[in-house]
């Protein structure tokens, strides 16, 4: 899954659990807050 915002581009792993962890470092690197990305899925 691919998620743009301003610019930036982060890929997500497709898996079936990402480690919490893992998703919060995506979330920084994409400056994108947890509510926006729970909004988008």
Known sequence: M???KE???VTVPN???ILPK???S???QA???LE???AKI
Do not use: C, P
């Open 26 to 28: 995506l979330l920084r």
């Open 22 to 24: 893992t998703l919060q």
């Open 15 to 17: 898996h079936r659990a």
């Open 36 to 38: 926006e990305f729970l």
């Open 2 to 4: 691919f998620f743009r």
């Open 7 to 9: 610019g930036l581009r």
């Open 31 to 33: 400056s994108v807050s």
